[in-house]
Structure formats: structure tokens, C-alpha cells
């Protein structure tokens, strides 16, 4: 094995598939409330969902899960869902959005590199909204690394956004 390679720069992960135990719940949460849209059904057991026509950003299936408990937070799995907002308003719409449908939230943080907002969906699988800063605007310690960390996101600024 070559402990020198480097996944190319251009790989990027294409999509996630989540096991879900209601799929109309999750597509009024995913597409009604985030604002995705379907781009197929797959009978009334999956579906998959984008964002600006992608063939899927997001699966949706009950295939072995219909009617499940939510998911447990101590157990292992899928942490959270991120997805990247391309401007800084767009995540204030969002935040507006799910502020006006009362949505519970879960968390809010400045990371240095992106501002986030945290949630999660109806069966308990955690999503991260977010915006990247420019990439010249990112923090970096005295080596060049990244200075990532989490303080209290500012809602007020955010919200200048709108």
C-alpha cells in the first residue's frame, strides 16, 4: 500500500442516503421546510431529493425502517448532515425560515472557517446548516494550519443578512 496517496483535491461526497421511518415526515421536513426538491420516487419507500436539479443531494427510504423509533443519540452512526449554503443570507433565510416554523434547533456556532447552524431532522439524524467564509478569510495558527473552533454564533449579525 502507497501511504503517500492523497485522494484527488476534486473528489467530493455526492450525496447521502438516509434511513428514515416515515417518508412523508421526511420529505415535508427535507423539501417543505428546507426547500429541496424531489427529483424521484421510488414507489412509497424512497426518494431522492436535490437541490438546484443534481440528479440527488439526498435519499430518503423506509426500506428496513418504516415506523422505527427515533434514532438514539449514544449510539453509533451518522453524526450530522452538512450542507453548505453558497452565501451568508442564504443561511439567514433558512434560519428566518425555521425560526417562523418554530423549529427546535439544537445549536449555533462561529467555527472560524464557517458560521452553523445545527438541528435535527424528524427521526433524530442531526443536520448542520453553514456557510464557508472565503477561504482567505479562514483562521490559521502560527504553522499554517487551520485555527477551527466553536463560540456562540451571533443571530443578531446573521440576521442583518435579510
Known amino acids: 500500500m502507497d501511504k503517500n496517496y492523497k485522494i484527488?483535491?476534486?473528489t467530493r461526497i455526492g450525496h447521502v442516503h438516509l434511513k428514515v421511518a416515515n417518508l412523508?415526515?421526511?420529505?415535508?421536513?427535507y423539501c417543505g421546510l428546507l426547500g429541496f426538491e424531489i427529483t424521484t420516487l421510488y414507489g412509497n419507500d424512497a426518494a431522492?431529493?436535490?437541490a438546484g436539479g443534481y440528479h440527488?443531494?439526498?435519499g430518503l427510504?423506509?426500506?428496513?425502517?418504516?415506523?422505527?423509533?427515533?434514532?438514539?443519540?449514544n449510539t453509533v452512526g451518522l453524526f450530522h448532515t452538512a450542507i453548505v449554503y453558497p452565501t451568508k443570507k442564504d443561511l439567514a433565510i433558512l434560519?428566518?425560515?425555521?425560526?417562523?416554523?418554530?423549529?427546535?434547533?439544537?445549536?449555533?456556532?462561529?467555527?472560524?472557517v464557517s458560521l452553523a447552524i445545527y438541528l435535527d431532522d424528524p427521526d433524530g439524524n442531526g443536520v448542520e446548516l453553514y456557510w464557508d467564509r472565503p477561504k482567505e478569510e479562514?483562521?490559521?495558527?502560527?504553522?499554517?494550519?487551520l485555527e477551527m473552533y466553536s463560540e456562540p454564533?451571533?443571530?443578531?449579525d446573521l440576521l442583518k443578512e435579510l
Open 153 to 156: 454564533l451571533d443571530l443578531a
Open 138 to 145: 479562514w483562521p490559521t495558527k502560527e504553522d499554517g494550519s
Open 56 to 58: 440527488h443531494h439526498i
Open 95 to 112: 434560519y428566518n425560515r425555521l425560526k417562523m416554523n418554530q423549529y427546535p434547533l439544537t445549536g449555533f456556532s462561529d467555527h472560524g
Open 48 to 50: 431522492f431529493i436535490s
Open 61 to 73: 427510504n423506509t426500506w428496513f425502517t418504516k415506523d422505527s423509533p427515533r434514532a438514539e443519540k
Open 24 to 29: 412523508q415526515r421526511s420529505i415535508d421536513f
Open 8 to 10: 484527488p483535491a476534486a
